[in-house]
């Protein structure tokens, strides 16, 4: 009787913090989806255009692989809600896999929105075999009005578009995140920091 007074209460307790559970089905003595997987749908967060200079230092062979520094001095996003321009503050510390020559991005840049909002990004991610970069994307701010974007999941697509004269290469990202990720933000209190 204990037990079933305990197990109530936590079975609630999981579905508000984890959402409603999956209908399961028995098979061989396991628990098993009876729909199989369901592959998130994606929805286009933005896409920038980055400026990125030949890189800074000669290829150096590090414990981490071969290590770039590439800055990043400007460009623009646009998307849905969210238009501004990169700062020339920033730069991808990557890495190449001397085993395979496969490129890794580490990026850390910032930007700031059209009405002013300062945002920081990361991303990180392995050059495709199309010759593209798939990127893990992190945004964060403290404006109230974008403070969504601190616990969106984004993903994106780099394509390096060429170099101008002045060999600065213009880098497309497209950056999509969870159709059911969060759009705005209600802050429990008014407090502040």
């Known amino acids: 009787m204990l037990f079933k007074n305990i197990l ?3 079975s609630a307790l999981a579905a508000t913090a984890f959402g409603t559970p999956v ?3 028995k098979r061989n003595g396991t628990s098993t989806d009876m729909n199989g997987p369901t592959p998130p749908q994606l ?6 255009n980055v400026l990125c200079p030949a890189n800074l230092l000669p290829a150096l062979l590090t414990p ?4 770039k520094e590439i800055p990043i001095i400007g460009g623009n ?5 969210i238009n501004g321009k990169f700062r020339d503050l920033g730069a991808d510390w990557g890495t190449t896999d001397p085993r395979t020559g496969i490129f890794t991005a580490d990026t850390r840049y910032n930007g700031v ?3 002013g909002a300062d945002l920081f990004f990361q991303t990180s991610g392995p050059k495709s ?6 990127l893990r994307i992190k945004i964060e701010t403290g404006s109230e009005k974008y403070y969504f974007l601190n616990n ?10 060429g170099q101008d004269s002045k060999n600065v290469s213009t880098l497309r990202i497209d950056a999509f995140n969870f159709e059911n990720d969060w759009s705005n933000t209600t802050f429990l209190n008014s407090t502040g920091w």
């Not at 996003?77 to 809600?81: E, I, N, V």
């Not at 969106?152 to 578009?161: P, S």
């Open 64 to 67: 981490a692989g071969i290590r």
């Open 23 to 25: 209908a399961l089905e």
């Open 43 to 48: 929805k286009w967060l933005y896409t920038a």
């Open 129 to 134: 075999p199309d010759g593209s970069l798939h």
């Open 8 to 10: 109530l209460p936590l």
């Open 113 to 115: 929105t059209d009405d």
């Open 77 to 81: 996003f646009s998307g849905p809600g």
């Open 152 to 161: 969106v999941v984004a993903v994106g697509v780099l394509r390096n578009l």
